[in-house]
């Protein structure tokens, strides 16, 4: 696609609709690059966050901005009305939108086969997790996938256009049939993986629930075990709590992408098929909804996430705590980490 053929591409959007697209992309953009910051400091200044687990969370927030800095150039776009930048930054464009998304997604699956694991399989989770050598290899080998998969519409298997109605560029679906087969036949396991883990995490969890309560209805108080039993169920516990949050993470970034994803696939099985402005506009933004709403996921269902939000804010504040009461949240945060998550400090 030619520079004159970009510049000749304007967006289907009077001011009115383009001053709306504009604000609803701009707050999408600020809240989740504000919030996936807030999830990785808080995450590297405390020690008990530092697991292996929130080592792909804090991954996941890294391509979240990232990818968020990408669609930053709609607001330009969308207000001039046209694309202006060239061919060139076209093509980047569209490799880093698709590059990071990538890698959003590939963490996603990342984190859902690392509570898997962590649920039913602890052999096999130190096995892959358990050494920090080992995680920092599956999270480059995933950022070198990602930037290889992307990088393939620059050497000529497929390429990246810009679509007037969104405001960036993207990958063509129409251009090449084997590539967005490809795509989406590396995509479609990653989502089912997901589905699959947290399927398995289900059963198990209900599994152990049952076990607990018949051990609770067996026990005796004065058995030498209960203080210790009642320590490793409070540590499953919070495990569990841990992985219901994740679980919704992974389970409303694929809701949100859905849409996207359907309406694209309509365009390769029927190349006849022209997507509405405004259908295309709203499914999009949906999609870079995902980018945003893990922090507030954390915040709400993760408590060790909460504690730590609410300890920042109260340092930035300027609110100092007796020494006895962050000593004694410290202890609590300690107590409730599962004694075979791996941490980093």
């Known amino acids: 696609m030619t520079n004159e053929t970009l510049q000749m591409s304007e967006n289907p959007w009077n001011t009115k609709e383009s001053a709306w697209v504009i604000l609803f992309v701009s707050v999408i953009i600020l809240t989740g690059i504000l919030g996936n910051t807030l999830v990785i400091v ?21 391509a979240d901005i990232l990818a968020l800095f990408s669609f930053g150039i709609m607001v330009s776009s969308l207000a001039r009305g046209k694309w202006i930048y060239g061919d060139t930054a076209c093509k980047v464009n569209g490799f ?29 989770y130190h096995s892959l997790f358990g050494a920090k050598n080992r995680t920092l290899f599956l999270l480059v080998a995933l950022w070198i996938f990602a930037g290889t998969f992307g990088s393939l519409p620059l050497v000529g298997w497929s390429r990246y256009e810009y679509f007037p109605a969104r405001g960036f560029c993207f990958w063509s679906y129409s251009t090449s049939f084997s590539y967005t087969i490809t795509f989406y036949t590396l995509v479609a396991p990653c989502c089912l993986a997901a589905a699959f883990c947290y399927w398995k995490i289900y ?19 004065k058995d030498s075990h209960k203080i210790k039993r009642r320590q490793e169920m409070s540590n499953e516990l919070s495990e569990r709590k841990i992985t219901l949050s994740i679980c919704v993470v992974v389970f409303v970034y694929y809701t949100t992408l859905a849409p996207f994803s359907i309406v694209n696939l309509m365009v390769v099985w029927k190349p006849s098929y022209e997507i509405s402005p405004s259908v295309d506009i709203v499914t999009t933004i949906v999609a870079m909804m995902n980018h945003v709403i893990n922090v507030f996921i954390y915040a709400t269902l993760n408590r060790k996430y909460r504690q730590a939000i609410r300890n920042l804010f109260e340092k930035i504040k300027g609110f100092v705590w007796p020494n006895e009461n962050r000593v004694q949240s410290f202890n609590r945060s300690r107590k409730q980490t599962p004694k075979h998550d791996v941490t980093w400090c």
Do not use: D, E, W
Request: charged residues 5%; proline residues 1%; aromatic residues 4%.
């Open 203 to 221: 059963l198990t969890i209900r599994q152990n629930k049952q076990g607990h309560n018949q051990n609770l209805s067996l026990s005796s108080p």
């Open 96 to 124: 880093t939108i698709m590059t990071f998304g990538l890698a959003s997604a590939l963490s996603i699956s990342a984190i859902s086969i690392n509570r898997y694991l962590v649920t039913a399989n602890l052999t096999a």
């Open 42 to 62: 808080v995450t590297l200044i405390n020690c008990t966050l530092k697991t292996t687990a929130n080592a792909f969370i804090v991954n996941l927030a890294v």
